[in-house]
C-alpha cells in the first residue's frame, strides 16, 4: 500500500491504489478459494468413478446371479434397478428385459416359497436366506438358493439379492435319496459330534429289526455290541 497522508491528489490518488489494491486482494483470495473448491469437487468426482468401478467389478465378477430390486411403500418387491450378466445370461433376459420386470415376474406359479413369510423376516432381520426355484424367460425352472439383503440405494429402499444355483446339489440330493433307498445294504449318515445316526437306509431297519424313529432317535452306541463299545467309540474321537 501506499503512504496517504497527503491530503491533496497525491494523496486522493494513493488512497484508490490502496482501495483498489484491497479488492484486488479479496478477488484474488475469492478465485483461489474458488479454485480450491473446484479441485476439490473434482477430486471428489474422481473417488466416486474409481468407486463405482471397483463396485461395477465387483459386482459383474460375482459367479452367482446378483439383482437390486426396490421395495414400494407396502414393502413390496417392485421393479428391478441393477442386475449382473450372470443373471442376465441364466435367466435368458437381457438387462434392458430386466429393468422392466420385477421378482414377481421370476416366481414359478404355485410354488411352496412363502413370500410373505420371507419379507416378515426380511423387514425383521434386514436379511434373510431361502431356497425357491426361478422361472427363466423360456420356461425353464432353476433351484436356488437365494440371500437378500434391505440396503439403502441413492435414498430408495430396496433388495440386493444373490442368487445361488443350485441345481447340482438337488440332483446330488436325489441321488443320495435314491441310494439310501434302494441299498440292499447298511448306509447311514451320522452327527459324530451328538452321536446320532441321521439318516438310515432301510437295510439297518430289515436287518437290526428296529424302526427308524427308533434307531434316530437313541444313541449310535446303543447299537453297537457291548465288546465293540470301547473300540467304536476311539474310531469316533479320532
Not at 436325489?174 to 459324530?192: E, G
Request: proline share 3%; charged share 30%; with cysteine.
Amino acid at each position: 500500500s501506499l503512504d496517504i497522508s497527503q491530503d491533496d491528489e497525491l494523496g486522493n490518488l494513493a488512497h484508490s491504489f490502496n482501495v483498489m489494491s484491497d479488492n484486488l486482494q479479496k478477488s484474488t483470495t475469492s478465485i483461489k478459494s474458488l479454485e480450491n473448491e473446484v479441485a476439490s469437487h473434482k477430486q471428489t468426482e474422481n473417488d466416486l468413478r474409481r468407486s463405482e468401478k471397483k463396485y461395477r467389478a465387483l459386482f459383474e465378477s460375482i459367479n452367482d446371479s446378483v439383482y437390486v430390486h426396490l421395495l414400494t411403500e407396502d414393502d413390496l418387491p417392485g421393479r428391478f434397478i441393477e442386475v449382473n450378466k450372470i443373471a442376465c445370461k441364466k435367466m435368458g433376459y437381457s438387462k434392458q428385459e430386466f429393468l422392466k420386470l420385477t421378482p414377481h415376474d421370476l416366481r414359478v406359479p404355485n410354488d411352496k416359497t412363502n413370500p410373505l413369510e420371507i419379507r416378515k423376516k426380511l423387514l425383521s432381520h434386514d436379511n434373510t436366506i431361502f431356497e425357491t426355484r426361478h422361472l427363466t424367460k423360456e420356461g425353464q425352472l432353476i433351484p436356488v438358493e437365494s440371500h437378500i439383503q434391505l440396503l439403502d440405494y441413492d435414498g430408495q429402499r430396496a433388495v440386493l439379492s444373490i442368487a445361488r444355483d443350485i441345481t447340482e446339489r438337488k440332483q446330488s440330493e436325489k441321488n443320495l435319496s435314491r441310494m439310501f433307498q434302494f441299498a440292499d445294504y447298511m448306509v447311514c449318515i451320522a452327527d459324530l459330534e451328538k452321536g446320532h445316526f441321521t439318516k438310515i437306509s432301510p437295510a439297518f431297519t430289515k436287518h437290526l429289526g428296529w424302526s427308524e424313529k427308533e434307531m434316530l432317535s437313541k444313541p449310535i452306541l446303543d447299537f453297537i455290541h457291548p465288546t465293540d463299545v470301547k473300540k467304536t467309540t476311539n474310531i469316533i474321537k479320532e
